[in-house]
C-alpha cells in the first residue's frame, strides 16, 4: 500500500458518513466515496497542520481538542470550531461522570454488589448530536 493511502480516512467509513446524510435510495459510487475521502484527508491534515504549527510556536509537543478547535477558528471555519467546541466540552463532562462512577464502583466494590440497574460497568458513549451545515448558513442537529 503507498504511503499517501495510509494517511487517508478509510474508505468504507467516508462512505458510511456520506450515506447517513443521503437519503436511503440514493447510490454512492465508488469514485464518489474516493473523492470525498480525498477532500476529508485534506482538510484534516490543513487543519491539523495549523494546530500542530500554534504547538510548535509555544514549544509544546502534544495537540489537543482546544488546538483544533484554534486552528478551525483561525481558518475562518468558525461554525465548525463552534459544534467542535461543544462536542469537546460535552466529551469532557462525560470522561468526568465516567470517571466518578469508575472511582464510585471501585470504591464501593467490597461493600455493595452490582445489580442489573447499576451505573457501575456502564461505560456506553453518550449520544451526541451534530450539526449538518446545509447551504445558506442553516444547520440542523442529527445524531451520530
Known amino acids: ?3 499517501e493511502h495510509e494517511k487517508m480516512l478509510p474508505i468504507a467509513n467516508v462512505g458510511r458518513m456520506m450515506k447517513k446524510i443521503l437519503p436511503r435510495s440514493a447510490k454512492v459510487s465508488r469514485e464518489a466515496k474516493e473523492r470525498m475521502q480525498q ?3 485534506e482538510f484534516i491534515c490543513f487543519v491539523t497542520g495549523e494546530a500542530s504549527d500554534r ?3 509555544e514549544n509544546r509537543k502534544t495537540v489537543n481538542g482546544d488546538d483544533i478547535c484554534w486552528a478551525l477558528s483561525s481558518l475562518g471555519f468558525d461554525n465548525y470550531s463552534e459544534a467542535m467546541s461543544r462536542y469537546l466540552q460535552n466529551f469532557r463532562g462525560f470522561e468526568r461522570e465516567n470517571a466518578n462512577q469508575s472511582n ?3 470504591a464501593n466494590s467490597g461493600e ?3 445489580d442489573e440497574g447499576s451505573i ?3 461505560t456506553s458513549a453518550p449520544s451526541l ?9 442553516t444547520s ?3 445524531p451520530y
Open 1 to 3: 500500500m503507498s504511503d
Open 39 to 41: 477532500c476529508a484527508s
Open 55 to 57: 504547538c510548535h510556536k
Open 104 to 106: 464510585t464502583c471501585k
Open 112 to 114: 455493595v454488589e452490582k
Open 120 to 122: 457501575c460497568g456502564d
Open 129 to 137: 448530536d451534530f450539526e449538518i451545515l446545509e447551504r445558506g448558513g
Open 140 to 142: 440542523s442537529a442529527k
